[in-house]
């Protein structure tokens, strides 16, 4: 990582800036511990998701057969606990292991570096949701504001790579995302949490998400359409439905009707509307299965007047 972006949130003390490389080295060994399982409380409002799949399984091998190569992180709390701050995975591994303890490298960190520290150690994995990355960028922007403004109140100087600078830019820099993507990861945190997980499971896109976002007391009638239509509506339709919020005109009938709008990749169908023809239809019947059922109803009432006119014509 370049020397201009942030690695370090706290300042070297006296100690470190005039001791050997073996005496710092040492010194660190004398923080690693074998805390029980039981006095370390999980980091509020961990961002990121710890599941007990396939790289669970290659990780307890791996702890069950070379034991923990890297610790995990803590601080200590107040009331004489601690909070881990990274290593979530590490200390759900012991557990199905029934290894009581978990090897931590226990560190004087204040919330907010806390917050930074855990939000980059886990940016570490291979692969990272969505909803990981919306949260824990939010939780890192929250903690950076708060920290620099902390300094500021110290007297202590936050360095010139923080002057003129947004949180949101410091972020960027750092983390190799560009500010706007960063912007629209934090608006999915606005998102309920059923539409959120579609934008995990690669059913929505980025930028109608977004778009969602915005929608507020609209968003479970859009969900609930998502799954009555099993379709989503393209970027530009998201667009036209923020609009519409905007000015108090998204009704559910003026979302029903974007969300029915013919695709490219669509073949024509009808569609029946109003109130007399929505009481005919059973209450639970997708909209787009409509046409199916009419034509079922038509066929079944057709073979009713033929009856009829065989039994006139005898």
């Given amino acids: 990582m370049p020397k201009d972006k942030e690695k370090e949130m706290k300042l070297p003390s006296l100690d470190e800036l005039f001791s050997s490389q073996k005496e710092r080295n040492e ?26 799949d396939e790289d669970m399984e290659n990780l307890v091998e791996s702890i069950r057969t070379q034991g923990i190569i890297t610790p995990a992180t803590v601080r200590k709390k107040t009331n004489g606990r601690y909070e881990l701050v990274s290593g979530h995975r590490r200390m759900r591994a012991c557990e199905l292991l029934g290894i009581p303890t978990l090897k931590c490298e226990v560190m004087d960190l204040s919330k907010e570096e806390a917050t930074i520290f855990m939000v980059e150690s886990n940016f570490q994995r291979s692969t990272i949701l969505p909803s990981e990355k919306a949260f824990a960028y939010k939780m890192r922007l929250e903690a950076m504001k708060l920290y620099v403004l ?37 608006r999915l945190t606005e998102l309920i949490p059923e539409l959120l997980d579609l934008v995990d499971e690669g059913k929505i896109a980025m930028r109608p998400a977004v778009e969602f ?10 969900y609930n359409m998502i799954l009555q239509e099993q379709c989503t509506p ?8 923020r609009q519409m919020y905007n000015e108090g005109k998204l009704t559910v009938e003026a979302l029903e009707a974007i969300m029915l709008e013919e695709k490219p990749n669509q ?23 409509r046409e199916d059922y009419v034509a079922a109803a038509m066929e079944h009432y057709g073979r009713y007047l033929k009856r009829q006119e065989k039994e006139h014509g005898r």
């Fill in 27 to 52: 010194e660190k060994l004398k923080k690693i511990y074998e805390i029980p399982l039981d006095e370390i409380d999980p980091f509020p409002d961990h961002p990121f998701k710890v599941k007990d």
């Fill in 150 to 186: 902390r300094l500021r109140q110290q007297g202590v100087p936050v360095g010139h790579r923080f002057e003129g600078m947004k949180s949101r830019d410091v972020i960027a820099g750092a983390i190799g995302e560009s500010q706007t993507q960063i912007q629209r990861y934090i």
């Fill in 213 to 222: 976002s915005y929608l507020e007391h609209r968003q479970r009638d859009v």
């Fill in 234 to 241: 393209t970027h530009a339709q998201t667009i036209r439905m």
């Fill in 267 to 289: 073949k024509e169908r009808i569609v029946l509307r109003g109130e007399r023809f929505k009481e005919l239809f059973p209450k639970n019947l997708p909209v787009s299965k």
